[in-house]
């Protein structure tokens, strides 16, 4: 059985687009770099930009998210910056959060990130001001559905109240490069130490109708969609929500289990083997699109991070 994926519509943000800040790792002291925080001192370019001409994000191949250590340098907690103290997060496990993003360029192309490593603006990767360093977390953007893995190994943005602030080439694979600022939601990847990240087939979410004898190979998955087409098939029943995947069925029961004692027989939950070896917790299915996003809303409220509407095929 294949399980199709959804992902929803919100709005887009345009602002003016400003530069991101870092720390240096010094003999084993945390060292904020208000020089780059501030665009002056060291960087030579004033006004941040991107590459010249054409760019295409095509042939950039996106960071597999593995498991990794915190990295020695960024990850000091608390810390201050322009008199405002920030907390770095203990773990990145199930960290969803929807706000602006902006990007970084040339500006600060070359130089070094809070974590030590160099800044490059071709690669995908982001700052953010309390993930763990590094962590790999899945960016969308909530206008046109473009998705992108970044590896976060940065600390900003400190401007305004931006969410994370990604590589150029992450903003051009989503295509806000030319706004400055986008309306994303960013999701955590944290896989266990030894598992391989297998990223889920998905679909745009549409009006919910009955299936009538639709093969499985005309439904469109992430493969087909994620150039930024906007058109799903309209045909899809999303009938159950996938609260989590796992590579580990011990992790998978243990979700299950989770939510059985939080909502005790009031839902059901199942457990989804799929091709790729992933195990699917998956609640459903429901009678309805109305009681279905009722406990969309009730199992985010229970802390089971944002689970995703999806439709089951033969």
């Known amino acids: 059985m294949k399980i199709i994926n959804m992902l929803f519509v919100a709005g887009l943000s345009l602002l003016v687009l400003n530069g991101c800040m870092s720390t240096r790792h010094v003999l084993g002291k945390d060292e904020i770099d208000y020089e780059k925080a501030s665009g002056g001192g060291r960087y030579t370019i004033l006004q941040d930009h991107g590459p010249t001409g054409d760019f295409n994000t095509d042939n950039i191949p996106e960071p597999v998210p593995k498991w990794e250590p915190k990295s020695r340098g960024g990850n000091k907690s608390p810390y201050e910056v322009w008199g405002n103290q920030y907390w770095v997060m203990a773990s990145a496990q199930g960290y969803v959060a929807e706000g602006k993003a902006s990007w970084y360029g040339n500006k600060f192309h070359g130089h070094k990130t809070s974590n030590g490593e160099t800044y490059d603006m ?74 391989v990240y297998r990223p889920s087939k998905a679909v745009l979410e549409t009006p919910a109708k009955q299936v009538k004898g639709l093969p499985a190979k005309a439904l469109p998955t992430v493969s087909s969609l994620s150039k930024g087409s906007t058109s799903a098939s309209s045909d899809i029943v999303f009938s159950h929500l996938q609260v989590g995947a796992f590579s580990a069925e011990e ?64």
């Open 122 to 195: 071709y690669g995908f990767s982001a700052a953010h001001k309390s993930l763990p360093l590094p962590t790999y977390v899945k960016v969308t953007n909530l206008d046109n559905h473009r998705s992108v893995i970044v590896r976060v190994n940065d600390r900003g943005p400190f401007h305004g109240d931006r969410l994370i602030d990604l590589s150029y080439a992450a903003a051009a694979r989503l295509d806000y490069h030319k706004k400055g600022v986008a309306r994303v939601r960013v999701e955590a990847i944290t896989p266990a130490k030894g598992d």
């Open 251 to 314: 992790s998978a029961n243990k979700l299950k289990q989770r939510l059985f004692e939080a909502f005790d027989t009031s839902i059901k939950v199942t457990i989804h083997k799929q091709d790729d070896g992933l195990y699917k917790v998956l609640a459903g299915p429901f009678e309805s699109q109305g009681s279905l996003a009722e406990w969309q809303q009730k199992l985010q409220q229970e802390g089971f991070g944002s689970p995703v509407r999806v439709a089951l095929l033969p």
